[in-house]
């Protein structure tokens, strides 16, 4: 008699982490780029979870999961900082079979999409370019944001200088007054989603237009949801190895 084969093992959980936010604005895009994420991945089991301001947090989330069942973490944060390097590796200590990989940037394809988010502004072509970012006390973070900077500089064929909202310099606004010699700037919106640093970039922008964050209300791009998966699939593949 011909031994029962064994089943298959499960996929390893997709437990995708935001910041977090108190924007309904910020919050529905979030939950759109995981949604596509698990439309593409019908036989993955894809959660959402928060490492700061929104519930389910990391703890409930991972709760929620079978403890027998791995986890790949995925953070929806742009650079490494302390979400990343410690928030995030405190919180899952506890729990045997986490993994979790790096942030989504930097990442090429993030540049492409902040360039196609520039496009939409039909700017003028020798219009000095700002990237706005969110900032760390991570110096390695505002390190990643600035090699966005440069991935960009080199898709647009000119120099993109960095304005920071928060924790690092020059701000925003610095950045904008001191590119102005060149003409009136544009901003390009290395945020994830609209919420506070959204509304602060603005404002701290001038007269000078902001492009669209990285999700809105839109569908999320196609290369977005490709870089959440690529996280996923690299990690989940070491597991299984």
């Known amino acids: 008699m011909d031994a029962t084969p064994a089943p298959l093992p499960q996929a390893p959980v997709l437990l995708a982490i935001s910041h977090g936010t108190d924007s309904p604005a ?19 089991t894809v959660r959402l979870g928060h490492v700061d301001v929104q519930q389910p947090d990391v703890a409930a989330s991972l709760a929620a999961i079978d403890p027998d069942r791995p986890v790949v973490i995925v953070p929806l944060l ?12 405190e919180q899952t ?13 930097p990442d090429p394809r993030l ?19 700002v990237l706005a970012v969110a900032g760390s006390s991570d110096e390695r973070a505002n390190d ?16 993109v200088s960095v304005g920071f909202l928060a924790a ?3 701000r925003l606004d610095v950045a904008v007054a001191t590119a102005r010699g ?34 809105d209300a839109d569908e999320p791009a196609a ?7 690529d996280r996923y699939r690299s990690a989940a593949a070491s597991i299984r190895s």
């Open 26 to 44: 910020g919050q529905a895009a979030i939950a759109a780029l995981v949604e596509a994420v698990a439309t593409r991945l019908p036989a993955v």
């Open 78 to 89: 742009l650079s490494a900082g302390y979400h990343v390097r410690i928030d995030l590796r």
């Open 93 to 105: 200590a506890h729990r045997p079979g986490v993994t979790i990989t790096g942030a989504l940037g």
């Open 111 to 129: 540049a492409d999409l902040l360039a196609a988010r520039l496009a939409e502004l039909h700017p003028d072509a020798a219009a000095p370019v």
């Open 144 to 159: 990643d944001c600035r090699s966005v900077g440069a991935m960009l500089a080199e898709r647009l064929g000119r120099e």
């Open 168 to 170: 690092a310099d020059p």
């Open 182 to 215: 060149g003409g009136i700037p544009i901003v390009a919106n290395y945020l994830l989603a609209p919420g506070y640093f959204q509304t602060l970039a603005q404002r701290l922008a001038g007269d000078s237009r902001v492009a669209r964050p990285l999700l």
């Open 223 to 229: 290369s977005l949801v490709d870089l959440v998966i």
